[in-house]
């Protein structure tokens, strides 16, 4: 969508236990079809190819359902849905509302209040305004929530980020997302976040959101806001596990994090990469993982727009990120070893 040209994709998702696009996936690209008059073959549950040939980028108001393409009750990720066209109506100076229907919070991908708390956020850096609202909650298996994202022309060119250092963290915020459940949870969830929070000085703000739903469920976001980063930590409610527990989930995520001293998440680490192509210079972040998303993007880039990337391991637990647009170097460093990989090598496993 931002560049124009045309891409073919192949082997999609084939060692995933359900191989191929999932409904997500195709709400995404008929998404980003529908806004970009695109050209689209291969676009059908299951396949592992696809091409995608897009036009003129469009704004205006738009709804799409991750139930329209599975067919049934679904609670794919609607956040996926966002992400894939958010920054190429921004940089197209395309304003658009668009209300999306789907999975809020699920596991394994980053639910609706991380975008709005850490992802959106971490993209106003970069020059990008948008905003998210939530208006009825998604949680796995009926899925049925209900988002909104709205998107403005971005300042363009994009501004690069310089988050190598972390620094002090200035705040940490929990959300709790709850869903036909005792509203007596949030009041347990507080006490529990600041007896374990209150240890490091620091004073939490809570954010307590009671959403319709078609489900049961509860969501914790941990998120922290640092001077040069930010990063998010998701634990999903289950069946006989105690709020209590939830929270102290997310607290030893966000303090596996806080003692690498990096200056963002493995989830915002991936999605940095996008804008950080079209800024005017070079932008660098260090994460705590280096995982097989984060490879098979730093991979795939340069194979689509000209751009240097770069992975140093800088210690077990830190890796530093590097993105150069219009030059052409790709490094991975790991312990002090460099490698240069060639753009015709195979990719990463994902």
Request: without cysteine; proline residues 6%; charged residues 20%.
């Amino acid at each position: 969508m931002i560049t124009g040209q045309p891409v073919e994709f192949y082997n999609l998702r084939v060692k995933r236990p359900n191989p191929g696009l999932q409904p997500q996936h195709l709400t995404a690209i008929h998404a980003a079809a529908t806004m970009s008059n695109a050209s689209v073959s291969g676009a059908m549950i299951g396949s592992t190819e696809l091409r995608f040939e897009p036009g003129e980028v469009i704004g205006g108001e738009f709804m799409f359902d991750i139930e329209d393409v599975s067919g049934q009750g679904s609670a794919g990720a609607l956040a996926l849905v966002a992400q894939t066209v958010l920054v190429p109506l921004a940089l197209k100076g395309q304003s658009a509302k668009i209300t999306i229907i789907g999975g809020t919070h699920v596991g394994w991908s980053p639910g609706t209040d991380y975008i709005e708390y850490v992802y959106l956020p971490a993209l106003r850096h970069f020059g990008i305004e948008a905003r998210l609202e939530t208006l009825e909650a998604g949680f796995y298996p009926r899925g049925g929530g209900r988002a909104v994202l709205y998107v403005e022309p971005a300042q363009t060119p994009l501004r690069p980020i310089d988050w190598r250092e972390r620094g002090r963290i200035k705040r940490i915020r929990l959300i709790f997302t709850l869903s036909n459940l005792p509203e007596s949870m949030f009041k347990r969830g507080d006490q529990a976040a600041e007896a374990l929070i209150g240890s490091m000085g620091l004073q939490p703000e809570f954010v307590h959101r009671m959403l319709p739903s078609r489900g049961f469920g509860l969501s914790v976001t941990l998120t922290a806001e640092s001077e040069q980063g930010y990063a998010g930590f998701i634990r999903l409610g289950r069946r006989g596990v105690a709020v209590e527990q939830v929270v102290e989930e997310a607290w030893n995520e966000f303090m596996t994090w806080a003692k690498t001293r990096v200056a963002v998440d493995y989830f915002l680490s991936d999605q940095l990469i996008l804008p950080a192509l079209f800024a005017e210079g070079s932008s660098a972040w260090t994460t705590h993982r280096a995982t097989s998303h984060l490879r098979t993007l730093l991979w795939l880039v340069p194979q689509m727009v000209k751009t240097g990337v770069e992975i140093a391991q800088q210690s077990e637990s830190q890796y530093l990120v590097r993105i150069l647009p219009g030059e052409e170097n790709i490094l991975f460093t790991a312990n002090s070893a460099s490698s240069h990989i060639d753009i015709e090598s195979e990719p990463p496993e994902s």
